[in-house]
């Protein structure tokens, strides 16, 4: 069975190395596999939890857009699409989270962080908590049921929420399946490298740590920048330096070959001045980043073709969606009431059915009449004959709304065999169906 692969990553900021290294790339390459099928997506609904900034949000979904794009996203191959552009994941969450224990939320691990943080500062413990962050767990879980993802890389800080994921699974499966496994429970993939690309000051690579070398931004002038604060340690230009205590090293190994790791390496214990080791890493980063970075200029110049492409990989991913969805409304109980005809509507067949008839015809006097028949056949009004067609059918009309009303003054005669009782049935079934 062909695997899918999903992972999201969420708006709020412009992406560094880190991202590049830890996310972007390795999920580029895992799209371009045989036997892979691949969801990327901007987690937009996610970003409004952590941010209340509009043009924040505005500028870095666009912004990473793009840079997947730039970095060589082939969205042939792959499904990339902005979260908030699929409906059926906000309608999935409200689905789970009738499913989900409020115990398991409170456990999760952003929201225990955030109490923590309050109880230590001394305030309620939910001081600035919303209903967003509580549940964000669930919108995740939503992300990655939808489409069933078999695998989902992510950094080690979302493991929980991947195993949240499978609970919930599990839960619905169980509860509303009858047999059916609706969801396939996911994997985790810990990107290894993710955790591990450094920052500037050998923490890893982190915003909040301010230790971060952009990807993009800043251009080529700004990477450098970045490269130069590197900190290592001091020791002279022609002084032998150990290679596997550097930060630096690590950076330059996960853009390197094997054979320039080796020979950057041997440089370093040679003596090799850090200086010119921040210059050999600039130039190699800049080989792999610089044809990116004018790929993604090029795309923020015309934001228009990224709408474009995203709206169309939106309907790549509502064509899963939506039958899905489907599906699983129908298993909650959420159903068209169309399965069982009801018994209003099975009533007014019949009536309709055994409702009299008026028949307008012309005789060969030339003359235009019209009669009242009941259900069956019987007569029980008979016109008399008119010189106007039209005549004719503005007496059926009349009758038929005004009923035994227009009776007296209608040029009709009852038939012998019929009472007045038939006649003023069924004019009023008539009437009925008329204003019916
Ligand atoms: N929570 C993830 C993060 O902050 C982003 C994300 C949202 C995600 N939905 C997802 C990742 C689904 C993988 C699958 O990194």
């Known amino acids: 069975m062909v695997q899918r692969v999903l992972t999201g990553i969420t708006t709020t900021g412009t992406l560094h190395l880190g991202n590049y290294v830890g996310a972007v790339r390795p999920a580029i390459a895992a799209s371009r596999e045989s036997g892979a099928e691949s969801f990327f997506f901007m987690a937009d609904y996610h970003a409004l939890i952590k941010c209340d900034e509009p043009d924040r949000i505005e500028t870095s979904r666009l912004q990473i857009a793009a840079t997947w794009l730039a970095a060589g ?50 305030e309620d413990p939910d001081a600035g908590i919303t209903m967003g962050l509580y549940s964000y767990p669930i919108l995740m879980a939503a992300d990655i049921l939808m489409f069933n993802a078999h695998r989902v890389p992510v950094g080690q800080d979302q493991a929980q929420h991947i195993e949240m994921t499978r609970d919930v699974a599990q839960r619905f499966n169980h509860l509303f399946g009858q047999g059916r496994e609706f969801f396939v429970l996911p994997e985790a993939d810990i990107e290894k490298e ?54 630096l090293v690590t950076i330059y190994d996960a853009f390197a070959t094997p054979a320039q790791r080796a020979e950057f390496r041997q440089q370093l214990r040679e003596g090799l001045a850090w200086g010119e080791a921040k210059q050999r890493l600039y130039d190699l980063i800049e080989a792999e980043i610089g044809p990116m970075r004018v790929r993604y200029e090029a795309l923020m110049a015309h934001p228009e073709k ?16 939506a039958p899905f969805l489907a599906q699983l409304r129908e298993a909650v109980g959420l159903r068209r009431f169309t399965a069982v005809a009801p018994p209003q509507a099975a009533m007014a067949t ?52 005004e009923g035994a009303a227009a009776l007296r003054e209608a040029p009709v005669q009852r038939d012998q065999a019929a009472s007045e009782q038939d006649v003023l049935e069924a004019l009023a079934a008539l009437q009925a169906a008329e204003q019916a």
Request: positive net charge; hydrophobic residues 40%.
């Open 73 to 122: 996203l082939d969205t042939s191959r792959v499904t990339f699409y902005r979260q908030s552009d699929i409906p059926e994941i906000p309608e999935l969450t409200w689905l789970l989270t009738c499913v989900t224990s409020k115990g398991q939320m409170n456990r999760a691990h952003a929201y225990k962080g955030a109490v923590d943080a309050n109880l230590a500062a001394g």
């Open 350 to 401: 019949k009536t309709k059915s055994a409702l009299p008839v008026f028949k307008q015809y012309r005789e060969a006097d030339g003359k235009f009449y019209f009669k009242l028949t009941d259900a069956q056949g019987r007569v029980l009004l008979q016109s008399a004959g008119l010189e106007q067609g039209k005549a004719a059918g503005q007496w059926v009309a009349r009758l038929k709304q």
């Open 194 to 247: 993710m955790a591990l690309l450094p920052g500037l000051d050998g923490r890893k690579m982190s915003k909040s740590y301010d230790n971060a070398i952009p990807l993009f931004e800043g251009g080529a002038k700004g990477l450098k920048e970045a490269i130069a604060r590197i900190v290592t340690d001091s020791k002279l230009p022609g002084e032998p330096k150990d290679p596997d205590g550097s930060h």
């Open 306 to 321: 990224i709408e474009a492409i995203l709206l169309e990989g939106a309907a790549k991913a509502r064509a899963i969606a």
